[in-house]
Nanobody
């Protein structure tokens, strides 16, 4: 069983920044971030394959940057210019052709 350990959530004022990290217990083809706000469905934020192909939700393009350190099996999400609507629980997901794993989630609150 693959373990995904997230860190970096917290509270920040609008316009601020946070960086999320997710460390996997082994190499995973595609790693990324999803989020779920209260009363809403879980949605894609950003993903990045082991080869470097990225995918972003339109709502975060230009503000969030996903990166990964393949040697450490770790994916990062740098979140800048945060808005109130970014408030959610952020989940790390690791997936491949025949598997997917989820982290436990980390809370991000953007509020003045």
């Amino acid at each position: 069983q693959v373990q995904l350990v997230e860190s970096g959530g917290g509270s920040v004022q609008p316009g601020g920044s946070l960086r999320l990290s997710c460390a996997a217990s082994r190499s995973i083809f595609n790693m990324g971030w999803y989020r779920q706000a209260p009363g809403k469905q879980r949605e894609l934020v950003a993903t990045k394959t082991i080869g470097g192909i990225t995918n972003y939700a339109d709502s975060v393009k230009g503000r969030f940057t996903i990166s990964r350190d393949n040697a450490k099996n770790t994916v990062y999400l740098q979140m800048n210019s945060l808005k109130a609507e970014d408030t959610a629980v952020y989940y790390c997901k690791g997936s491949g052709i025949s598997y997917e794993y989820w982290g436990q989630g980390t809370q991000v609150i953007v509020s003045s």
